[in-house]
């Protein structure tokens, strides 16, 4: 409950320092809109030349989008710094977070909140409400696979971002990673080769963020459903033992900072 009152604690607080500028919040959330739209935009243009692409059309197109769009902006408004994990442990600004009381990896996480997400969050609704008309039977169903798909870009990117422990300044291969989760979860697994394929469920877990979750809306199968909150769950608790490992290792950086 603790950390559920911490969790709620910095959503709060950071939502509030981000309407004490109203207008330069909704611009952030109109530009990220318009990015993920230019970007849909190459998909429609290729749908209208071909029918589908191994089996997919625009609409699964659109709800792959919808789900990664839905779950990259959930896993920024909660845990706005999980893609800074390797830039904070590498400069020394974890010391602030070993010296409080709540969990130190949590606390991280949840202390930032980016205000260009909730753009992310309100195109993944419009995309899968268009590429679904009528369908809202099963926007609970979207939502929740959403969420798992950006609590796998969360896990991964701790994961990714706590090898800082061990190889010092890892923030740049941190962040090629990260980009290839994201960038790779936008297409169907299914249009890559065997191998490859096979990577973006294991190495870069793609698959997991956005083909698996969008089969499951078109069709639903409890069994795949099992096994892709099972993977979230897994991933998530192998980033948590993972980070904790490295604290063994981390060097402070001496630093002194108030925060308010």
């Keep these: 409950m603790k950390t559920v009152r911490l969790v709620l604690s ?5 939502l509030m320092s ?4 109203r207008g330069a919040f909704l611009l952030q959330v109109f530009g990220m809109v318009l990015n993920n739209t230019m970007l849909l935009f190459f998909w429609w243009v290729l749908f209208d030349r071909l029918p589908s692409l ?3 059309n625009l609409t699964g197109v659109m709800t792959i989008y919808g789900i990664v769009a839905f779950g990259f902006g959930a896993a920024n408004v909660v845990c706005g710094n999980s893609f800074s994990v390797a830039q904070v442990i590498a400069s020394g600004d974890l010391d602030y977070y070993l010296a409080l009381p709540a969990d130190p990896l949590v606390h991280l996480l949840v202390s930032r909140m980016s205000l260009s997400a909730w753009g992310d969050l309100l195109f993944g609704v419009m995309v899968f409400l268009a590429a679904a008309p009528g369908q809202w039977a099963s926007l609970p169903l979207f939502l929740l ?6 609590l796998v870009m969360v896990g991964f990117s701790v994961l990714v971002g706590s090898l800082a422990f061990w190889i010092g300044n890892a923030d740049n291969l941190a962040m090629q990673a990260i980009n290839a989760l994201i960038t790779f ?3 169907p697994a299914e249009i890559f080769p065997g191998v490859v394929r096979i990577l ?3 190495l870069i877990p793609a698959g997991f963020v956005g083909s698996m979750p969008a089969r499951l809306l078109n069709e639903f199968d409890w069994g795949r459903l099992a096994t892709l909150a099972a993977f979230a ?3 998530t608790l192998a980033a948590g033992a993972v980070f904790r490992w490295g604290l ?8 002194v900072t108030v925060r308010g």
């Design 10 to 14: 910095y959503l709060r607080h950071n």
């Design 18 to 21: 981000a309407m004490a500028y």
């Design 54 to 56: 191994q089996g997919w």
């Design 145 to 150: 696979l959403g969420l798992i798909a950006g």
């Design 185 to 187: 979860s936008l297409y």
């Design 200 to 202: 973006l469920y294991t």
């Design 233 to 235: 769950a897994g991933i």
């Design 248 to 255: 063994y290792r981390y060097e402070s950086g001496n630093l």
